[in-house]
């Protein structure tokens, strides 16, 4: 029995998918929203049925009871499909979780604690996990962080240049995020060029809703975006990415606070910010149809990456692969091709028929003889957190 629940939880909401640790086959799937509101809602895909519904759901243990009610509905119950564990992603892992971790007490309260570092992720990634581990009583939980692959990062690269008594004392340093999704496109890559990840030297740019860059050198990430939190580096939906922090100085000294910083920075920047939607199909559409602004959100957004791009071609050394993924990296020939352009010199020759073919597998984007190989590699991070946990309870 290798099938494992993946647990990905945010403050008022649940995503929940029933994976194959083996094969990443999907089972189910399902999102449980609008947790502690008056009227919650439950989203669940078995096959190819839907089944939707609203609901009270007052917190995460009533998320999970709707879940297991869910299951029951679509036609099996939870333990008669059979979980052998339960995975859970958890955004911060700090400077101790460097690997997946069997969830006991003690691990929950330090995974709570630190919120600190975390305050939007962990608290709910902390009651997910008490509520699923009363829900799934008899299974092991694993958590997975989204941390933990880039504690390979060399000081010179994770250290910011403050008072090093001050960074010691918070934790400040840059611990890097979508770890998971860095993880299993450069292995998935590795497998479409054909040779060894231990061989390769990788960049991958995760273009999602949030978005980040990482340098994989032999399977190893020796440089990330993300910083101390999920607002450092690429321009995203609603982050700002880098800014100067001079930036945030300023606005307080304007009368701004801390809450309504962190509003701006996280909620109202990024392609929100400049062009009003953090939808890219949007952006796109308005910025052909001459809207300035779009416009320029798009270029501001491309400009980002290409920074990355060129900082970590000079950290690797040159690169054997340039990887897009997740929801723009993924579905944007604009941004791939614009965030390539006039690479010829250092290697990098895309071909705008492939480019341009969509499609849901793995595929490469440059000409047969462009030096670096420029693909598209869809991410699956509920695979890779399945696969993680089932490698970890069955030893
Ligand atoms: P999340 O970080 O929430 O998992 P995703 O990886 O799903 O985000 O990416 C969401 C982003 O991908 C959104 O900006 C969305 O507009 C964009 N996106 C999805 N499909 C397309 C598409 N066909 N073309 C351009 N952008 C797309």
Redesign the pocket.
Same mark, same amino acid.
């Given at each position: 029995m290798t099938s494992v629940l993946v647990i990905n939880s945010g403050s008022s909401s649940v995503k929940y998918q029933l994976v194959d640790a083996d094969t990443g086959e999907r089972y189910a799937s399902g999102l449980v929203e609008r947790i502690g509101d008056a009227l919650g809602r439950i989203q669940h895909r078995s096959g190819d049925t839907l089944d939707e519904r609203e609901l009270a759901v007052p917190d995460h243990a009533a998320g999970f009871a709707a879940m297991l009610d869910a299951f029951a509905r679509a036609g099996a119950t939870v333990s008669e499909l059979g979980i052998s564990a339960v995975g859970h992603r958890v955004v911060q892992g700090g400077s101790e979780f460097v690997a997946p971790t069997l969830i006991t007490d003690q691990v929950a309260e330090r995974i709570l604690a630190l919120g600190a570092l975390a305050p939007l992720h962990n608290p709910a990634h902390y009651q997910a996990i008490v509520a699923a581990r009363q829900a799934f009583p008899d299974v092991p939980h694993v958590a997975v962080f989204d941390t933990a692959f880039h504690q390979t990062v060399p000081a010179a690269a994770h250290t910011y240049a403050i008072d090093a008594e001050v960074a010691a004392e918070h934790g400040i340093r840059r611990y890097g995020f979508h770890g998971i999704s860095h993880l299993v496109v450069s292995r998935r890559a590795a497998a479409y060029v054909g040779r060894p990840v231990a061989e390769l030297k990788q960049i991958v740019m995760?273009?999602?809703?949030? =978005?980040s860059a990482c340098a994989i050198d032999g399977g190893r990430s020796i440089d990330t975006s993300m910083g101390l939190t999920p607002l450092e580096g690429l321009v995203?939906?609603t982050r700002s990415g880098d800014i100067d922090p001079g930036l945030m100085l300023h606005l307080l000294r304007a009368g701004y606070d801390a809450a309504q910083l962190d509003n701006l920075l996280n909620k109202r920047s990024g &392609?929100m910010g400049l062009a009003g939607s953090? #939808?890219?199909? #949007? &952006? &796109?559409a308005a910025a052909d149809s001459g809207d300035a602004a779009a416009q320029l959100a798009f270029d501001v957004y491309v400009h980002a990456i290409r920074r990355y791009l060129g900082a970590y071609l000079v950290a690797l050394g040159g690169a054997d692969t340039i990887v897009f *993924? =997740?929801?723009?990296? @993924?579905?944007?020939a @604009?941004?791939r091709a614009a965030a390539c352009a006039g690479l010829e010199w250092c290697g990098v020759r895309i071909d705008p028929d492939r480019n341009a073919a =969509?499609s849901r597998e793995a595929r490469r984007i440059s000409t047969d003889d462009s030096k670096i190989a420029v693909l598209v590699v869809p *991410?699956d @991070?509920e695979a890779e957190i399945a696969r993680q946990a089932w490698q970890l309870v069955s030893g």
């Amino acid at each position: 029995m290798t099938s494992v629940l993946v647990i990905n939880s945010g403050s008022s909401s649940v995503k929940y998918q029933l994976v194959d640790a083996d094969t990443g086959e999907r089972y189910a799937s399902g999102l449980v929203e609008r947790i502690g509101d008056a009227l919650g809602r439950i989203q669940h895909r078995s096959g190819d049925t839907l089944d939707e519904r609203e609901l009270a759901v007052p917190d995460h243990a009533a998320g999970f009871a709707a879940m297991l009610d869910a299951f029951a509905r679509a036609g099996a119950t939870v333990s008669e499909l059979g979980i052998s564990a339960v995975g859970h992603r958890v955004v911060q892992g700090g400077s101790e979780f460097v690997a997946p971790t069997l969830i006991t007490d003690q691990v929950a309260e330090r995974i709570l604690a630190l919120g600190a570092l975390a305050p939007l992720h962990n608290p709910a990634h902390y009651q997910a996990i008490v509520a699923a581990r009363q829900a799934f009583p008899d299974v092991p939980h694993v958590a997975v962080f989204d941390t933990a692959f880039h504690q390979t990062v060399p000081a010179a690269a994770h250290t910011y240049a403050i008072d090093a008594e001050v960074a010691a004392e918070h934790g400040i340093r840059r611990y890097g995020f979508h770890g998971i999704s860095h993880l299993v496109v450069s292995r998935r890559a590795a497998a479409y060029v054909g040779r060894p990840v231990a061989e390769l030297k990788q960049i991958v740019m995760h273009l999602g809703n949030g =978005a980040s860059a990482c340098a994989i050198d032999g399977g190893r990430s020796i440089d990330t975006s993300m910083g101390l939190t999920p607002l450092e580096g690429l321009v995203m939906g609603t982050r700002s990415g880098d800014i100067d922090p001079g930036l945030m100085l300023h606005l307080l000294r304007a009368g701004y606070d801390a809450a309504q910083l962190d509003n701006l920075l996280n909620k109202r920047s990024g &392609l929100m910010g400049l062009a009003g939607s953090n #939808d890219f199909r #949007d &952006l &796109l559409a308005a910025a052909d149809s001459g809207d300035a602004a779009a416009q320029l959100a798009f270029d501001v957004y491309v400009h980002a990456i290409r920074r990355y791009l060129g900082a970590y071609l000079v950290a690797l050394g040159g690169a054997d692969t340039i990887v897009f *993924t =997740a929801g723009v990296g @993924e579905n944007s020939a @604009e941004v791939r091709a614009a965030a390539c352009a006039g690479l010829e010199w250092c290697g990098v020759r895309i071909d705008p028929d492939r480019n341009a073919a =969509a499609s849901r597998e793995a595929r490469r984007i440059s000409t047969d003889d462009s030096k670096i190989a420029v693909l598209v590699v869809p *991410t699956d @991070e509920e695979a890779e957190i399945a696969r993680q946990a089932w490698q970890l309870v069955s030893g």
